[in-house]
């Protein structure tokens, strides 16, 4: 049994109504757990004044620089000691998760009893960076809770001006839209850089994050530093039997209006079956019957691979075979120059080989080498880019420009363009380079 | 005593974790469909199905409550779970029957079944006054008001396409990109205790983070400080995390705003930003109403305008910003035209003017 429990008549109110409550699992907490009565005394408190009372301050645990967040209470008597003594300190693990966020119900059971014993017993699954959040330990109480956690196969994820926490999406596991391996990505990749997220000695954050498809459920685009998000070069594939069956579901006008009309780049058309195209002309169509009279027609070609109706007629239309990755580079959220989405690096990097998958790596370990050289303190992926242009990033890591890496050419005249000759001679080399790739596959 | 060396294992492998079905068919999934709202149907290639069911939670958990829901994953589902990018649990079971059961376990339990397809799913958020050391609000308070408020349509797939919501205790915004965003805005500049500048701020590094140069460096009462140029600041709080003493969370000044057509996905349309259509909100805890009403409006108004696979962003794309203000009526004010860099490309440079 814990002390009594102060009064909390704002907290209370959060009690009620039909979504699961925070503050009721905390009250249960407090049953056994001084810690959590005096949590619970600050909380709402900061209900009352509506102010904030923890600051940061130094708790880790041996070997590593970050990962663990410490917050001390700021809500103090007049004589300085700390207004609720027990909940004087509440410092977060965050723990790296699994690819796709799988768990047992046996590890799960195990973290729980770590953090009853150790700290609080709130866990977040999971902060916004996709770590699982030990929330609220005691300064001599971090380094056990760590030691058994990483027993168990876990590791503490960044904080900092260090390599993040990565995450990924349920991907291969089970979604049909899944373009790569996005556990072997995400792995592979931010286990190469456990020094970088155990030691924060960047410019500032970076993060990766890796979607399988370009419905970009890990919201990678606005977020992440380096965003890997699957799709392919081929034709989308399609299985008559599933589109034949979702049309005698919902007929014509969805069809129309649903599928057709909705794809960005009118690459969609409806056919009368007699009038499908055949032969050496037709190699860049997927056509697929949705009945006896009407078939749809995708050009391939003018296809940006949005996933639209692939999301509408799950099945019926399918990603192609040759899947990989675009990798996009500098989402952002506001501070310092606005908001930025993530542009395109490379358009489209296979990803099935043990060699692809290191190619991957490499291209990280670069952006990364080149972002801890040239980038201020305090600067974004992003913002570095913004300062220094798009061309002088991809120079320094060694890529090739490409006409993907626009939304349109430039559309001013304030460039100085006096090697010219030059450049188009590279244009051509790169030309003919591809030519032979090409002919090659 | 010889400290323990770490493992740096870093993020361990998901194998051991994943369901049995979803294991042997790694990689080779034909297609899904939605049985019900809050359960997924997906069927392999091989022939295999699995379903899983999708329940909300309140995402910081006690440790009673995990166990709970593993014991709901023990008795019904195989043991295994899995959690959504929205704090959502994942229950995958290989026999359709066990389906019913489980969901009406979780529901007796207090856990709502739904957040898939077009409903309004769990929203995104952030640490707040529980934990963050920089919050001008509450986040697992705030959602849980909402969330109350938005539970019918959590259970239901009634929207024209999937609704995403975030909320965020300061202008970093945390809780990223959404349908419907809430963001601390602030309206006052920070408020400086000269006496703990020198002793807690590295002053450059100060004056270097604000976004429009109106930090400098300054003696105040013969002690090195900093000073703002109060004409100049937007209030954004960006030197308030490098230097606590430049308050500038404010129980009365600190608003909230409500953003709109915030989308990730590049479905249909590229990627968009989240635009602010609100601002001014009281922070008024522990409900936060004034808020809820807003985002009640905005959703309900989209709700019966929308086409089927409409976006937030893409039906205002439709419809047009003027009506979007007028059916959701929300006034229109200068705050809401963009005037930091780029924002010409968010002016109307055409006639295209719906009348």
């Known amino acids: 049994m814990a002390k009594k429990p102060h009064d909390t008549p704002l907290l209370d109110q959060l009690e009620s109504g039909p979504w699961p409550s925070f503050v009721t699992g905390l009250k249960r907490l407090a049953k056994d757990k001084d810690y959590v009565v005096d949590l619970l005394g600050t909380l709402e408190t900061s209900y009352r004044t509506k102010k904030g009372y923890w600051k940061g301050g130094t708790v880790g645990v041996f070997g590593y620089g970050g990962g663990v967040i410490p917050r001390f209470t700021e809500l103090k008597n007049e004589d300085g000691t700390p207004v609720y003594p027990d909940a004087a300190e509440l410092h977060t693990l965050r723990i790296q998760p699994p690819p796709g966020m799988h768990y047992t119900t046996d590890v799960l059971r195990k973290m729980c009893d770590v953090w009853e014993k150790h700290g609080t017993g709130l866990i977040a699954f999971h902060g916004q960076s996709g770590d699982i959040m030990f929330q609220g330990a005691k300064t001599p109480d971090v380094q056990t809770a760590f030691d058994e956690l990483n027993e168990m196969g876990f590791d503490l994820g960044g904080a900092g001006p260090a390599v993040r926490t990565s995450m990924s999406c349920v991907g291969a596991a089970r979604c049909e839209q899944s373009c790569f391996d996005e556990a072997r990505a995400h792995r592979q990749v931010i286990n190469t850089f456990t020094d970088d997220i155990h030691r924060p000695a960047l410019p500032y954050k970076f993060k990766f994050k890796f979607s399988g498809c370009s419905n970009d459920c890990m919201n990678s685009i606005q977020r992440a530093d380096m965003a890997v998000i699957g799709t392919w070069r081929d034709n989308m594939r399609s299985d008559e039997a599933l589109a034949r069956k979702w049309f005698a579901k919902h007929g014509m006008n969805e069809l129309v209006n649903d599928v057709v009309a909705r794809c960005p780049t009118k690459a969609i058309m409806l056919r009368e079956v007699k009038e499908l195209r055949t032969g050496d002309g037709a190699a860049h169509l997927t056509t697929v019957k949705v009945s006896d009279t009407h078939a749809l027609e995708i050009d391939n070609k003018d296809c940006v691979r949005c996933m639209h109706c692939v999301n509408v007629m799950t099945g019926a239309l399918a990603h192609g075979t040759d899947t990989g990755a675009t990798i996009l580079v500098g989402g952002k959220r506001t501070l310092k120059i606005g908001d930025l989405m993530g542009t395109v690096v490379v358009p489209f990097m296979p990803l099935k080989t043990d060699e692809d998958y290191d190619a991957l790596v490499e291209l990280g370990r670069k952006v990364i080498d080149f972002f801890a050289e040239n980038a201020l303190e305090h600067e974004r992926t992003g913002e570095m880019i913004e300062r220094i242009g798009l061309v002088n990033f991809l120079e320094g890591i060694g890529l090739e420009i490409d006409p993907n890496m626009v939304a349109t050419p430039r559309t001013n005249p304030y460039v100085r363009t006096d090697g010219w000759d030059d450049e188009v001679a590279k244009a051509n080399e790169r030309k003919a380079k591809k030519v032979i790739e090409i002919k090659a596959a | ?355």
């Not at chain 2, 959602?143 to 539970?151: I, N, S, T």
């Not at chain 2, 349908?179 to 400086?192: S, W, Y």
Request: glycine share 6%; proline share 8%; hydrophobic share 35%.
């Open chain 2, 1 to 355: 005593m010889a400290h323990r060396t770490p493992i740096e294992s870093g993020a361990p492998d998901n194998k051991p974790f994943l369901h049995p079905t979803l294991l042997k068919n790694y990689g080779n999934w034909k297609y899904h469909d939605r049985p019900r709202p809050g359960v997924l149907h997906h069927v392999a290639h091989s022939g295999d199905e699995v379903w899983s069911v999708r329940a909300g939670t309140q995402r910081q958990m006690d440790v009673y409550t995990i166990r709970k829901l593993c014991d709901i994953a023990d008795k019904f589902a195989e043991g295994h779970v899995r959690f959504t990018i929205r704090s959502n649990i994942e229950f995958m079971v290989a026999d359709e029957k066990k389906v019913a059961p489980l969901v009406d376990a979780l529901q007796k339990n207090g856990f709502p079944v739904g957040g898939t397809g077009n409903s309004v799913s769990m929203i995104a958020h952030t640490q707040g006054w529980l934990h963050c050391d920089i919050p001008g609000t509450d986040a697992s308070g705030a959602v849980k008001a909402l969330m109350d408020e938005l539970h019918a349509e959590f259970i239901r797939e009634e929207m024209p396409n999937r609704v995403h919501l975030s909320t965020s205790c300061c202008e970093i915004n945390c809780g990223g990109q959404a349908d419907i965003a809430i963001i601390v805005q602030h309206t006052k500049p920070p408020k400086i205790n000269h006496d703990l500048v020198a002793n807690m701020c590295e002053r450059p590094a100060v004056v270097a983070r604000c976004p429009v140069a109106a930090i400098r460096p300054a003696l105040v009462n013969g002690k090195p400080s900093l000073e703002v140029d109060e004409k100049k600041c937007i209030c954004c709080g960006a030197c308030y995390p490098p230097c606590p003493p430049m308050q500038i969370n404010d129980p009365e000044h600190s608003k909230l705003a409500i953003w709109v057509g915030g989308k990730n996905s590049n479905a249909r349309g590229k990627p968009t930003f989240m635009k602010m259509v609100a601002s001014g909100l009281p922070n008024n805890p522990p409900r936060w109403p004034e808020v809820s009403e807003i985002v009640k409006k905005i959703l309900y108004t989209y709700k019966a305008d929308a086409r089927s696979w409409e976006r937030l962003s893409d039906w205002v794309e439709r419809i047009g910003w003027p009506r979007f203000f007028e059916k959701c009526d929300l006034p229109f004010t200068k705050y809401l035209i963009d005037d930091w860099r780029g924002s010409r490309a968010n002016l109307n440079a055409s006639t295209h003017i719906r009348f």
